[in-house]
């Protein structure tokens, strides 16, 4: 079984429009999540850490089930500038390395 | 904004050439780490390094790679003997060591390997 599943995609989208992603990840004793932000052929960029409480910034919206080991992200109100693929990433303990799912893919339409 | 920074951004070689990737890291951070993405795959972790050592290493790290910190800003992967499936974009990254805290990656480098 992978250590981070993430549906590919890819997620074709008008402007505006609400998409979720999802991700299972196997290791339950994983502590820390992140969702990174990667454009073609760039540098993975941290979008948002993500807590079992749930957390808001602006558009996106992450939660975190660790029951199920499943994590989501949320966009609202989609932009072109969106347009990416997006990285479930976990890391299992403090300094451990973060372990990456292979990204969905977002293209947002005008 | 502090950033971390790698060279050279395109590197090509002859397959059994040495590499030598360079980044440097975020000034006041203390642990350090190499990954590569295959074309169309997943990011992958090879090492990382702290307190001048290594202190975790990925099956991919084998013989052929080793890192470096020659002095206290760079940090270095070399890779000996380049083969082919060594084609890569290999990112640097870098953190403070708290236990919260995130890892900032640099822009790469692309490794084409001829």
């Known amino acids: 079984r992978k250590e981070v599943e993430q549906d590919p995609g890819p997620f074709n989208v008008p402007e505006g429009a609400t998409v979720a992603f999802n991700c299972t990840y196997s290791?339950?004793?994983?502590?820390?999540f992140f969702w990174y932000r990667q454009d073609c052929r760039k540098e993975p960029k941290l979008l948002m850490s993500v807590y079992s409480s749930g957390n808001e910034d602006g558009r996106f919206t992450a939660q975190l089930n660790r029951a199920s080991q499943y994590i989501s992200l949320l966009i609202r109100d989609s932009k072109l500038s969106d347009s990416a693929t997006y990285l479930c990433v976990v890391r299992n303990s403090g300094n451990t390395p973060l372990v990456f799912g292979k990204g969905t893919r977002l293209s947002v339409i005008a | 904004e502090p950033e971390v920074t790698q060279t050279p951004s395109h590197q090509v070689t002859q397959m059994g050439q040495e590499v030598i990737l360079r980044c440097v890291p975020i000034s006041n951070h203390l642990y350090f780490y190499w990954y590569r993405q295959i074309l169309g795959q997943k990011v992958e972790f090879l090492v990382s390094?702290?307190?001048?050592?290594?202190?975790?290493k990925s099956e991919i790290f084998d013989d052929q790679f080793s890192v470096e910190r020659p002095d206290g800003s760079n940090f270095t992967l070399k890779i000996r003997s380049t083969k082919l499936e060594d084609s890569a974009m290999y990112f640097c990254?870098?953190?403070?060591?708290?236990?919260?805290?995130?890892?900032?990656f640099g822009p790469g480098t692309r490794l084409t390997v001829l």
């Open positions: 390094f702290y307190n001048n050592e290594i202190s975790e």
């Open positions: 290791n339950s004793a994983s502590q820390s």
């Open positions: 990254a870098s953190r403070t060591g708290t236990s919260t805290d995130t890892q900032y």
